[in-house]
Nanobody, 122 residues
Framework: EVQFAESGGGWVQAGASLRLSCVASGFTSDDEVAIGWFRQASETETRKVIA?????????TYTDYAEGRFTISRDSAQNTVHLQMNSLKPEDTAIYYCAFCAGTAPELVGSWGPGTQVTVSS
């Protein structure tokens, strides 16, 4: 089972930037692997993907939420995926997780990490 570990969250003021990092361990091939970032704004809300990066061909996809302000990238030397978050707003406050996203082979199974808390004050 693939493990994910997130870091980089924190408390910032509106307009600031943060760079989140995700280390994925437990797989050795890039074939049919895609890792993305998810956010969960409260315990009653579901985790929703906001950005996804294909390890197979490098393609990135964003939801409307993240388009234009957030950038997903990868350190090829390591199985590390980053999320650069710019122009943060109070509504970006959430716990951010990384996990497999669309384009991942169905036989790959991952477990949720602890997430990283992002708090944006006005």
């Amino acid at each position: 089972e693939v493990q994910f570990a997130e870091s980089g969250g924190g408390w910032v003021q509106a307009g600031a930037s943060l760079r989140l990092s995700c280390v994925a361990s437990g797989f050795t091939s890039d074939d049919e692997v895609a890792i993305g970032w998810f956010r969960q704004a409260s315990e009653t809300e579901t985790r929703k993907v906001i950005a996804c990066l294909s390890f197979t061909d490098g393609r990135t996809t964003y939801t409307d939420y993240a388009e234009g302000r957030f950038t997903i990238s990868r350190d090829s030397a390591q199985n590390t995926v980053h999320l650069q978050m710019n122009s943060l707003k109070p509504e970006d406050t959430a716990i951010y997780y990384c996990a497999f996203c669309a384009g991942t082979a169905p036989e790959l199974v991952g477990s949720w990490g602890p997430g990283t808390q992002v708090t944006v004050s006005s």
